[in-house]
């Protein structure tokens, strides 16, 4: 079923996009970022947020585990409202203190893989699983608001 329209994949072509240009934006957002962490000290102040660069990345790391170490078809591991998804963020950083950038950078590769293992390149991209607030998010929504964690904290730390 399409995303767009009345109920009809016929604009998905104008719309839409494939498993293989997302996960090919993925990697290259992710790459992109691990190589930023590589050369960006981990106590690094963030701009604009009371986090460090190091606590950015475990960040990053955290939100591609609630894909990873979940069953995603359960909505445990989800938040209700956005200030429940703070709280998340800040209980998941405080279960990664002392983690060293470099771990992090390791961590990441790995759940990356079995992130992709769990959905391919040819996962269907309409398939919708629980989100925060009580939304279904379609494979497509999941691995585009993945680039754009990557995107978005790339950018904070560049800062």
Same mark, same amino acid.
């Given at each position: 079923?399409?995303?767009?329209?009345?109920? $009809?994949?016929?604009?998905?072509? !104008?719309?839409?996009? %494939?498993? %293989?240009?997302?996960? %090919?934006?993925?990697?290259?957002?992710?790459? #992109? !970022?691990?190589?930023?962490? $590589?050369?960006?000290?981990?106590?690094?102040? =963030?701009?604009?947020?009371?986090?460090?660069?190091?606590?950015?990345?475990?960040?990053? @790391?955290? =939100?591609?585990?609630?894909?990873?170490?979940?069953?995603?078809?359960?909505? $445990?591991?989800?938040?209700?409202?956005?200030?429940?998804?703070?709280?998340?963020?800040?209980?998941?950083?405080?279960?990664?203190?002392?983690?060293?950038?470099?771990?992090?950078? %390791?961590?990441?590769?790995?759940? /990356?893989?079995? /992130?992709?293992?769990?959905?391919? #390149?040819?996962?269907?991209?309409?398939?919708?699983?629980? !989100?925060?607030?009580?939304?279904?998010?379609?494979?497509?929504?999941?691995?585009?608001? @993945?680039?754009?964690? !990557?995107?978005?904290?790339?950018?904070?730390?560049?800062?």
């Amino acid at each position: 079923m399409s995303t767009t329209g009345a109920g $009809s994949t016929t604009y998905d072509k !104008f719309v839409f996009t %494939d498993g %293989d240009e997302l996960w %090919d934006r993925l990697h290259q957002a992710h790459r #992109r !970022f691990a190589a930023l962490l $590589s050369i960006t000290p981990s106590k690094h102040p =963030v701009p604009g947020s009371d986090w460090t660069a190091g606590e950015v990345a475990t960040h990053l @790391l955290t =939100v591609v585990r609630r894909y990873t170490q979940r069953d995603l078809t359960d909505p $445990s591991g989800t938040s209700a409202d956005v200030a429940e998804i703070a709280a998340l963020n800040k209980a998941e950083l405080a279960d990664y203190a002392g983690i060293s950038v470099r771990e992090v950078i %390791d961590l990441l590769w790995q759940e /990356l893989a079995d /992130l992709e293992k769990k959905l391919p #390149r040819t996962a269907d991209l309409h398939q919708t699983y629980p !989100f925060h607030s009580g939304q279904e998010v379609d494979v497509a929504g999941w691995l585009g608001n @993945l680039i754009g964690e !990557f995107l978005v904290h790339g950018r904070d730390v560049a800062r």
